[in-house]
T-cell receptor
Framework: AQRVTQPEKLLSVFKGAPVELKCNYS??????LFWYVQYSRQRLQLLLR??SRESIKGFTADLNKGETSFHLKKPFAQEEDSAMYYC????????????FGKGTKLSVKP | NAGVTQTPKFQVLKTGQSMTLQCAQD?????MYWYRQDPGMGLRLIYY???????DKGEVPNGYNVSRLNKREFSLRLESAAPSQTSVYFC???????????????FGPGTRLTVL
């Protein structure tokens, strides 16, 4: 079964510290993976997608097929990074349907 | 360009009442989606519409119906609301092209629904 696992419900770090939000997936083909972010009182929005290999707001994510992981990383966390982060993959043959993980709440303390 | 809009923003219902959540997008997207967001559960797909005139069930369709009124609008109806349907509901849309099997979904601001 296709599944996305985010093992941490809450991650708390201090400003300037490195941050890594974990995402593991279960998928039998070549996955298309995303990270979505939801800031307080704002709508969910795309942070980055695997296929574009870009860095947004200092965040990067590398697909590791051997470990079936797509962890989100940032070398120096900022207070404005505090938000809910969701990892997601496109369900195969589903017309673009996303399977979301349960989310990790990142709290960056001053 | 408003993106994806949803109405209402908040709603309180009594058990057994019905209501329709409205969603519209102005990005000429083909696909539209309805999700519910519950604490500790992430987002779960209720229904989706790959194109105008088509709708399909998602992961948690029971208790809901949808209508793809035209390319812009996709509504979600609760015929007889239950407390278990208390949630935040998000509509999303995407251009989605089958051949590429990838696209960005754009989300609305959400509707917070409480069923007493």
């Amino acid at each position: 079964a296709q599944r996305v696992t985010q093992p941490e419900k809450l991650l708390s770090v201090f400003k300037g510290a490195p941050v890594e939000l974990k995402c593991n997936y279960s998928y039998s083909g070549s996955p298309e993976l995303f990270w979505y972010v939801q800031y307080s009182r704002q709508r969910l929005q795309l942070l980055l997608r695997h296929i574009s290999r870009e860095s947004i707001k200092g965040f990067t994510a590398d697909l590791n097929k051997g470990e079936t992981s797509f962890h989100l990383k940032k070398p120096f966390a900022q207070e404005e990074d505090s938000a809910m982060y969701y990892c997601a993959l496109i369900r195969a043959g589903s017309q673009g349907n996303l399977i979301f993980g349960k989310g990790t709440k990142l709290s960056v303390k001053p | 360009n408003a993106g994806v809009t949803q109405t209402p923003k908040f709603q309180v219902l009594k058990t057994g009442q019905s209501m329709t959540l409205q969603c519209a997008q102005d990005m000429n997207h083909n696909s539209m989606y309805w999700y519910r967001q519950d604490p500790g559960m992430g987002l779960r797909l209720i229904y989706y519409s790959a194109s105008e005139g088509t709708t399909d069930k998602g992961e948690v369709p029971n208790g809901y119906n949808v209508s793809r009124l035209n390319k812009r609008e996709f509504s979600l109806r609760l015929e007889s609301a239950a407390p278990s349907q208390t949630s935040v509901y998000f509509c999303a849309s995407s251009l989605y092209r089958t051949a590429e099997n990838t696209d960005t979904q754009y989300f609305g601001p959400g509707t917070r629904l409480t069923v007493l």
